[in-house]
């Protein structure tokens, strides 16, 4: 029902989910449909910077000339807008909220009627991590930071902020760099975000406008914009969950998967999975930053070209090439890897004799090329330089600003950006180029004044990059992005993938477990860096420090990583050096990937760990658990094969809850486990007896890491469990899949698998002359194997 009686409550209520209340303009509770408040209003005046100068009710520089509260009884849905006049300049906005029942979500959003100028350089004392002030012009809602002291309903936090969307447990982050935030407790998950327009949007300052109230998510737009333009929009989009069973909490991931839908279809967005990209669907070879050739000396071209043969000749075959490291293009004179002259330009150093177009004629594989940003030097930004190819218009990065020391560069005006791709992408095509990689996407964005000073600049450069990646079926992977970069490519299908994890070359690139969660539910792929699959006789890399989890147990669980992560698998591995029978685990005969059918994340049960408050066990705190799964679509909706778990780091033996597999596994039942590394599945043998596969009627046992040796990374040596739903309820038989793979039942492999009255149907796709094992387990509990 609706209720406006001011100043009492404003009421947007709906029956059975979530409703939003505003008390007034500034006062206003995020509430369920029977009474529980999820967020509490942050009691936050309206503030807007104009003239570079704070204008509020309370000081006179803003006037509220209307408000209205309206209703639809067809959709059940409500809204309430107030309209404003900037007194100093006679602009109007207005501020609305609208509830949209069939999503349970509620939008927020400021429409500025009129243009908005000099809207930068307020103050506020409160910085973000990076030191910029004045994070927002203009913030609406404004919620105070749920805990236990007033809130029984909400009271954890997850966010992301900054390079590779690095998460944020049990704070929402802040400013520019940051990104959603889901708010949850045992009950509720509220999930915040921007609703198009990422370009301009920022998580807040954690406070109001003037910093005299704290602890307040407080999003809106960017507070380096200098203006903003008529007829402008921005919005925040609350999407709320509430738990299904009784004693189960809301699944946090189920949340942030069910709003990530919801922006999805908003913007129309296609699953990367959909998309025609090679880097997804076969395995390569690497050369960046970690890579045994990222710093290749000699004859590098011949180097490459060796080690690719060496490959197929231990039958892993590779499906491209990544061709990006030192002396790929020419670069010096300006930030972190920057390009003067671009590799398929002509721009390859001494140790690349041959030319690229020969180069890739020898290989007889399709490449991918990288390119940051241009150096100062470029001669494609500066005339003085040039040697008869086109000057650009450029825009150039400011170094001194908040986090960009070191970062001197050229990006394309945004007005030029397609038109520059095009010329630059059909470089690239003419000598093999099927997917480009742009780096430091997070300087990229927040180190250039023509992208941060505008509320589209960032948007237009993408946009223009996105365009001309279409025309030439040319996919892209952002690396080194933020959250907003992650949000912008809703917009863009041509950008597939996304770097979650640190570079190889420093360690820790295992950490992918909440970074991924947020980009697989806007639809892209999560990437996990290079890897190489032995330790490579400990091979110095230049700057690479020797870390732990480059010894043999990591390398293992840095190829299961890569795999379960369903972005690229892209080893590095020098000469001699590659465990091919670690990759003839992740792939068919002919290189293709056989992976889940969604990215691996970290359990729920983890994440609530990590977000909570209260003191948690090394084992809630520390350990890793990520769960995947292999599913296919039927007449009957969704039916999942199997899920898959990989557990390191664990320090005690432990049990984990089935509400932690994803999608959800029945309520009740028994599933059937086994451990890829466990006892073997032989034919005519009793399943249960011989240890081929265990039943579970409860929990899911994990088994303690070793922690004997971390100098040689023994904690990272993994377990992948397979977990199998209930036996085909028309013939009693559980299908096994393929045992000698990562992922038995991947519909790479087996696009369909269906139960008959009398077992299980397969249909198996493969090279011609490849035999395939498939094992299932008959109605009586015996172990059938059938090679095709």
């Known amino acids: 029902r609706v209720e406006c009686t001011p100043p009492a409550a404003i009421a947007i209520r709906r029956d059975r989910q979530k409703d939003i209340v505003p008390s007034s303009c500034s006062s206003y509770n995020l509430v369920a449909g029977n009474g529980d408040i999820l967020l509490r209003s942050a009691e936050v005046p309206l503030a807007v910077c104009v003239n570079h100068q704070w204008a509020t009710e309370s000081n006179g520089g803003l006037v509220r000339l209307s408000s209205s509260l309206s209703s639809n009884s067809t959709s059940r849905s409500h809204s309430f807008r107030a309209t404003y006049n900037v007194t100093s300049t006679h602009q109007t906005f207005t501020v609305q909220v609208a509830s949209h029942p069939a999503s349970s979500s509620v939008m927020f959003s400021s429409v500025f009627h009129d243009a908005l100028i000099n809207t930068s350089e307020c103050t506020n004392p409160i910085t973000d991590p990076d030191g910029e002030n004045g994070v927002i012009l203009s913030g609406w809602p404004s919620f105070r930071y749920p805990d236990t002291t007033y809130n029984d309903h909400v009271h954890s936090s997850l966010s992301w902020r900054g390079t590779f969307m690095s998460p944020m447990t049990g704070q929402p982050s802040t400013g520019p760099k940051g990104g959603p935030t889901v708010f949850f407790g045992d009950d509720y998950a509220v999930v915040g975000s921007p609703l198009g327009e990422y370009g301009s949007w920022s998580a807040g300052p954690g406070s109001s406008h003037d910093g005299s109230i704290t602890n307040v998510w ?80 000699g004859n590098c071209s011949d180097a490459l070209l060796k080690k690719v043969v060496e490959l197929k000749q231990m039958q892993v075959p590779m499906g491209y090439l990544s061709f990006q490291g030192v002396g790929a293009s020419v670069g010096h004179n300006g930030a972190p890897w920057c390009v003067d002259r671009w590799g398929p330009d002509g721009g390859l150093g001494p140790n690349y004799p041959l030319s690229l177009e020969d180069f890739h004629r020898a290989l007889g594989l399709p490449l991918q090329f990288y390119a940051p940003y241009f150096c100062f030097g470029s001669k494609y930004f500066n005339s003085t330089t040039s040697s008869g190819g086109p000057v650009w218009p450029g825009v150039r990065s400011n170094s001194s600003l908040p986090g960009c020391d070191g970062y001197e560069y050229w990006d394309i005006d945004p007005s030029m950006s397609e038109l520059f791709y095009d010329w630059l992408f059909s470089k690239g095509n003419a000598v093999g180029m099927v997917s480009y990689e742009p780096d430091f996407m997070n300087q990229n964005r927040n180190c250039m004044p023509a992208f941060r000073r505008t509320v589209d600049g960032a948007t237009r450069w993408q946009r223009g990059m996105h365009k001309a990646a279409s025309k030439s079926n040319t996919a892209i992977q952002w690396c080194m992005s933020t959250p907003m970069d992650v949000l912008s490519s809703l917009q863009f299908d041509s950008v597939t993938n996304f770097r979650v994890s640190g570079d190889y070359c420093y360690g820790n690139s295992w950490r992918i477990g909440i970074s991924s969660l947020l980009v697989s539910a806007l639809g892209k792929a999560p990437s996990k860096d290079t890897l190489w699959t032995t330790p490579n006789n400990r091979t110095e890399i230049p700057g690479c420090p020797w870390t732990a989890d480059h010894e043999a147990p990591g390398a293992a669980l840095h190829v299961s990583l890569a795999l379960f992560s369903t972005g690229p698998v892209g080893i590095s591995d020098g000469p001699g050096y590659t465990n091919d029978e670690l990759i003839r685990r992740t792939i068919s005969a002919d290189g293709t990937l056989l992976k889940p059918s969604r990215p691996a994340t970290l359990v729920d049960s983890l994440i609530r760990a990590r977000c909570s408050s209260a003191e948690t066990s090394k084992v809630s705190s520390d350990s890793e658990i990520l769960v995947t799964h292999s599913s296919a679509s039927d007449d009957t909706g969704l039916s999942i094969r199997a899920w898959y778990l990989v557990s390191f780091r664990i320090y005690d033996d432990m049990i984990l809850s089935r509400s932690d597999l994803y999608p959800s596994a029945p309520a009740h039942g028994s599933l059937y486990r086994r451990h890829f590394n466990g006892a073997s599945c032989k034919d005519g043998q009793h399943a249960s007896g011989s240890g081929c596969i265990t039943k579970s009627s409860d929990g899911i046992p994990i088994p303690a890491s070793d922690f004997s040796n971390t100098t040689r990374g023994t904690e990272f040596g993994h377990v992948i469990t397979t977990v199998y739903p209930p036996p085909c309820a028309q013939s009693g038989w559980l299908p096994l899949g393929e045992l000698t793979k990562l992922v038995p039942l991947s519909t790479d492999r087996f696009p369909k698998v269906e139960c008959t009255p009398v077992g299980v149907r397969f249909a198996v796709m493969g090279l011609s002359g490849e035999t395939v094992d498939i094992t299932a387990v008959d109605a009586n509990g015996i172990v059938r194997i059938k090679s095709v």
């Open 218 to 297: 407080n999003p809106g737009l960017r507070g380096a914009i200098d203006n903003v333009p008529a007829g402008f929009v921005s919005s925040t989009v609350l999407y709320v969950a509430s738990s299904l069973e009784k004693n189960h909490p809301v699944s946090v991931t189920d949340a942030v998967y069910t709003w990530g839908s919801i922006l999805r279809t908003y913007h129309n967005s296609t699953s990367a999975r959909n998309m025609n990209d090679v880097t997804l669907r076969k395995i390569g070879y690497q050369t960046d930053n970690g890579a045994y050739f990222c710093f290749c000396k």
